[in-house]
Antibody, heavy 123, light 111 residues
């Protein structure tokens, strides 16, 4: 069964770029009609969708973060990555990677989640 | 900036039935996009609980059920158990944002 594992620095300085990678195991990131997504959750708060990528490289981003976000995919390594630039303390959160598939009717849902990577923005 | 609204908390005694509402708008639930539900136990990642309003992934007990009405959706838990104590989030797609949106989240407490 497919598993996702996020990795990256747990501490990032303000104004720098946050970089995380999600490694997919148990299946190919290129197979099937899946999107791959990043979601974050500040401590004690709700979930916020950051963006998604298809294995072709096509992306969509949350409008509120779009100017600072880049999501990319490396099919040779079975990984997809997140870069968030010009970070501030408000970007401190647990970052989750997830697999996304189309609903039977209309829409999309996340059926497999990584365990989450805690990122703190602080000098 | 959640666009789906949920009650902050609901509670019930063991064995009781509780429901969680998820209210959206004409650009998400009202536009016909499906609603999905996630359960997040303390300190863990969210887990898919219900997709397409009322479909349960393998392993999810049939005590959980979902429904839709207009621009809202609901998750019901019947026969409430101590292990159901968690945060629950609804999620849909929003055409005006061209992306996924989550609900504000509801904490379920078993009394």
């Amino acid at each position: 069964q497919v598993q996702l594992q996020g990795s990256g620095p747990g501490l990032v300085k303000p104004s720098q770029t946050l970089s995380l990678t999600c490694t997919v195991s148990g299946g190919s990131i290129s197979s099937g009609s899946f999107y791959w997504s990043w979601i974050r959750q500040p401590a004690g708060k709700g979930l916020e969708w950051i963006g998604r990528i298809y294995n072709s490289g096509s992306t969509n981003y949350n409008p509120s973060l779009k100017s600072r976000v880049t999501i990319s995919v490396d099919t040779s390594k079975n990984q997809f990555s997140l870069k968030l630039s010009s970070v501030t303390a408000a970007d401190t959160a647990v970052y989750y990677c997830a697999r996304v598939l189309a609903s039977n009717s209309r829409g999309y849902y996340m059926d497999v989640w990584g365990k989450g990577t805690t990122v703190t923005v602080s000098s | 900036q959640s666009v789906l609204t949920q009650p902050p908390s609901v509670s019930g005694a063991p064995g009781q039935r509780v429901t969680i509402s998820c209210t959206g708008s004409s650009s998400n639930i009202g536009a016909g996009y499906d609603v999905h539900w996630y359960q997040q136990l303390p300190g863990t990642a969210p887990k898919l609980l219900m997709y397409g309003y009322s479909n349960r992934p393998s392993g999810v007990p049939d005590r959980f059920s979902g429904s839709k009405s207009g621009t809202s959706a609901s998750l019901a838990i019947t026969g409430l158990q101590a292990e159901d104590e968690a945060d629950y989030y609804c999620q849909s797609y929003d055409s005006s944002l061209s992306g996924y949106v989550f609900g504000t989240g509801t904490k379920v407490t078993v009394l």
